[in-house]
């Protein structure tokens, strides 16, 4: 089966403290993007990558980084400098950058306290 | 700037009551509009995409429509296992393969 996941399911943490989010596709998708998801707010772009090694900051990027080492992931490291880390995590990937459609995973929730 | 609104918020329908939900934008020039449902707790699902006014694609009891201010997806009969947030999004000139949402429509179909 085709697709993409996330793990966790669930991330807790504490303040603070660095944690890094997992974004694996065997759809052999190029492009890879993170998005972060808060009620009542549509979904925000973070990074995305359109090819191995190279990643664009999106609109909300400070206190994340990522890493594109391979075509099938695209871990997402939300540091101590992101003020408001407590969100929902979605990552999605898509066939080029060429106006395909993105394909989402099923998302990490993570709780900082 | 490029903007999304969806409306209604929230919509309960009776089950077999058709509606529908809209998606209106204000951008530079649109290169894409993408309809997905999203289930609480998970990630977004594809349903459609839209290029031109004036385009409609249909999925089931689902139909999505497109002109050159808004779009609507158009329920028809609808069961309970619809309910779900709708999410809209575009992608414009100039913007890559970036997509902005709006904050979805929350729909409750009940028996």
């Known amino acids: 089966d085709g697709g993409i996941t996330q793990s966790p399911k669930y991330l807790f943490r504490k303040e603070g403290q660095n944690v890094t989010l997992s974004c694996e596709q065997n759809l052999n998708h190029d492009a890879m993007y993170w998005y972060r998801q808060d009620p009542g707010q549509g979904l925000r772009l973070i990074y995305y990558s359109q090819i191995v090694n190279d990643f664009q900051k999106g609109d909300i990027a400070e206190g994340y980084s990522v890493s594109r080492e391979k075509k099938e992931s695209f871990p997402l490291t939300v540091t101590s400098a992101q003020k408001n880390p407590t969100a929902f995590y979605l990552c999605?990937?898509?066939?080029?950058?060429?106006?395909?459609?993105?394909?989402f995973g099923p998302g990490t929730r993570l709780t900082v306290t | 700037e490029d903007q999304v609104t969806q409306s209604p918020e929230a919509l309960r329908l009776q089950e077999g009551e058709s509606s529908s939900l809209n998606c209106s934008y204000t951008?530079?020039?649109?290169?894409?509009l993408f309809w997905y449902r999203q289930d609480p707790g998970k990630g977004p699902e594809f349903l459609f995409t839209?290029?031109?006014a004036g385009e409609e694609k249909e999925k089931e009891r689902l139909k999505a429509t497109l002109t050159k201010k808004e779009s609507f997806l158009h329920i028809t009969a609808p069961k309970p296992e619809d309910s779900a947030t709708y999410l809209c999004a575009v992608r414009v000139t100039g913007g890559g393969n970036k997509l902005t949402f709006g904050t979805g429509t929350q729909l409750k179909v009940e028996l």
């Open positions: 999605a990937s898509s066939i080029g950058t060429a106006g395909y459609e993105q394909y």
């Open positions: 839209l290029y031109s």
């Open positions: 951008v530079s020039g649109l290169r894409g």
